[in-house]
Every structure is written in structure tokens, then in C-alpha cells.
């Protein structure tokens, strides 16, 4: 077998990592480029008042950070907000994509809320927030059969349905931003958006 030249070698071995280091580079340039013109996902960090939580300003004003919503959720889907949200550390809320709110009949929260931050309210009229949609992340847009957020809706039917083409169509005067299509969609094709003032 024929010996290498010294020559040879060093310049096979510098082709050789030129290209392992070039190769990455290129990789992630592809990826930006492609990411640039795939369509963005629903923003994650959205966090929503329990339900039946009065304006915005009042609730601040009346809530005592007691926990005593926080506490009683079946579903551990109110918690207190860390230090990391400011002002707002220590009260309750719901990040939908992390525990929704599923609509309990009875409405625990308002029930424990001595102060009346929650007060009484119909499942039907809460109003969290609103659930949006980006259509070419769906499954169902690709061509995948899913209903995840059709079929395990508190309110289906009325918030959210099948239109045309088996695509889910978000009713924004029945949806009230529990978060359960967001919080169950694989494709993370579904977020909330905050209509509380």
C-alpha cells in the first residue's frame, strides 16, 4: 500500500475541517431561512385571571393573594405568578398552555373567593380570553385527520366546530379562553389571547 505524502496528508486533513466547520454553518443558515417563511407559532406565555375575575385594575385592588382559588382547583390550573411577572407576582392566574381552566360546573375559584376578585358568573359568559388559531399549523390543514380541540372543548359546539373541509373554525363570541384546545393541540397551532381588561 502506497505511503501518503506528507503533503498530501496536511492538505486532506485541512479540506477535511474546513468542511466539518462549514457544514453546521450552512445548516443553521438553512434553518433560518427556512424558519423565516414557515408560518410562527401562538405565543406560549400567556397567562389569563381565573374565571369570573373583575376588571383588571379593581381585582388588583381587591385581591389579598391568599390562595384560597389556588388551592381549591381541581385541576391545579390556577397558580400564583412568580416574581418573574413583576407587579403581578402573587396572584392567581392560568397559563392555559401549561393547566387550562376546564369550565367546572360549579366554579370552585368563585365559591372560595371571600374578597370577590371572582365573583358568580355562567360558564357560557366567563370571559378569560379568546383562542386563535394559525390554520397552516393545523394537522387538519396538512392533510392529518385531529379534533382534539373540537371534540374536548367544555363549550364544543359553541366555541369552537368543524367548518368546511373538517377544519376547526374558533367562534369568538362563544369561546371564553379556557385554554383546552391550546393546551391539547399537538401542532401548537392554538393560543389564547387576553380580553380581560
Not at 376578585?117 to 392529518?144: D, H, N, T
Not at 379556557?178 to 391539547?184: D, E, F, R, S, T
Request: aromatic share 6%.
Amino acid at each position: 500500500m502506497a505511503q501518503l505524502s506528507r503533503r498530501k496528508f496536511f492538505s486532506d486533513f485541512v479540506r477535511s475541517a474546513v468542511a466539518n466547520a462549514v457544514a453546521p454553518i450552512e445548516a443553521i443558515a438553512r434553518n433560518r431561512t427556512a424558519s423565516a417563511t414557515e408560518p410562527r407559532g401562538v405565543d406560549r406565555s400567556v397567562w389569563l385571571r381565573p374565571p369570573g375575575a373583575i376588571s383588571e385594575r379593581r381585582f388588583k385592588e381587591v385581591c389579598t393573594r391568599c390562595t384560597d382559588c389556588v388551592d381549591i382547583c381541581p385541576y391545579d390550573a390556577i397558580r400564583r405568578l412568580g416574581p418573574e411577572f413583576g407587579a403581578d407576582a402573587g396572584t392567581p392566574a392560568i397559563i392555559p398552555t401549561e393547566s387550562p381552566c376546564y369550565l367546572c360546573p360549579d366554579m370552585p375559584c368563585i365559591a372560595a373567593c371571600e374578597p370577590k376578585a371572582l365573583v358568580p358568573v355562567a360558564r357560557s359568559e366567563v370571559a378569560m380570553g379568546r383562542a386563535i388559531m394559525v390554520e397552516a399549523l393545523c394537522y387538519v390543514a396538512k392533510g392529518q385527520p385531529c379534533d382534539y380541540c373540537v371534540s374536548r372543548c367544555p363549550l364544543k359546539g359553541v366555541a369552537i366546530s368543524f367548518g368546511d373541509g373538517g377544519m376547526p373554525v374558533i367562534e369568538p363570541a362563544g369561546c371564553v379562553g379556557c385554554g383546552v384546545c391550546a393546551y391539547l393541540c399537538p401542532a401548537d397551532a392554538i393560543g389564547i389571547v387576553r380580553t380581560q381588561d
